[in-house]
């Protein structure tokens, strides 16, 4: 093995290992001792915990022993291995590393956020690394192979939701169902957050006739460069440029500010970026 991929394997593995704490503290100190109803197979093991007192970490490696054979063709070797490897980290956590340290006992709605945010952050690091931790990733994968035209979100949405139900139903707990459906929803939001909020800005694109002049300013207040694109209006075909510019939040206040007070007469378009890669910001 040479140093690339020797490299390679150790930054995949402390991804997984962080990742698969922050998942175990999750969910066995916080899901597990509010008693709310859970996404993905952490979900049916919590139940199977409540029912039968099976810790959550063997019941998870048991549901997807026979699901992982049944998708291997369909998920791939390598994406099942670094799974299966994921998978028995955090479910060997889940059971002995979490209980450890105590259980939190408050309020419900704290510790649907807290499992909504540390899973989420979780997940997050394990998925950016290209594996997962099995369980309904197999599934939605393995569906998706075989049904090309579903979309990824509605299969793991109905998945979730699904299994949010099961739970709440078994239990007679109302309100359980409520947290499940945040914690799904942060879940959600906090691995969007991660792929892409770390590295997301603003895009503005500014119809004018002073291009070069904008593209001055632009730098001279920002330090950005801009791109200038030629172009005309539609109505009377008018000869202008469209100067377009990415830049965080708090650059594009002051590049608007200053553009609009040197051409008030200028046309802008300012957009949400989740992603930008190059020169002044993270290169792929």
């Known amino acids: 093995m040479n140093r690339k991929k020797t490299i390679y394997l150790i930054t995949d593995l402390i991804c997984e290992v962080t990742g698969s704490i922050l998942i175990a503290f999750a969910v066995h100190n916080f899901a597990l001792a509010a008693a709310f109803p859970m996404t993905g197979f952490s ?19 048991l549901l997807n022993l026979p699901v992982a054979l049944l998708c291997y063709r369909k998920i791939g070797r390598s994406f099942l291995l670094k799974s299966m490897r994921c998978m028995f980290i955090s479910s060997l956590f889940i059971d002995y590393l979490a209980p450890l340290f105590p259980f939190y006992t408050g309020s419900r709605l704290l510790a649907a956020l807290v499992t909504g945010i540390l899973g989420g952050i979780g997940y997050a690091i394990i998925y950016t690394r290209g594996s997962s931790t099995g369980g309904a990733d197999f599934l939605i994968m393995a569906l998706k192979s075989m049904k090309p035209h579903l979309r990824l979100g509605t299969i793991a949405f109905s998945i979730d939701i699904g299994i949010i139900l099961m739970g709440g139903w078994l239990f007679r707990d109302f309100d359980g169902i409520i ?6 929803y942060l879940f959600a939001a906090m691995v969007d957050k991660v792929f892409y909020g770390i590295n997301s800005g603003k895009l503005a694109f500014i119809v004018t006739k002073h291009g070069k002049d904008i593209s001055n300013i632009i730098e001279e207040c920002s330090n950005r460069g801009s791109t200038i694109l030629q172009s005309r209006g539609g109505y009377r075909l008018e000869e202008k440029e469209t100067v377009m510019v990415v ?3 708090k650059q594009m206040y002051r590049i608007l500010r200053q553009v609009t007070e040197y051409d008030q007469d200028a046309f802008i378009i300012l957009l949400e970026a989740h ?3 190059g020169k002044g910001f993270r290169v792929l």
Do not use: C, D
């Open 275 to 277: 992603e930008i890669h």
């Open 179 to 184: 947290y499940g459906m945040l914690v799904n």
């Open 247 to 249: 830049s965080n939040s």
């Open 43 to 61: 979900g049916i093991a919590i139940i199977l915990n409540r029912f039968f007192h099976i810790p959550v970490g063997i019941s998870t490696i």
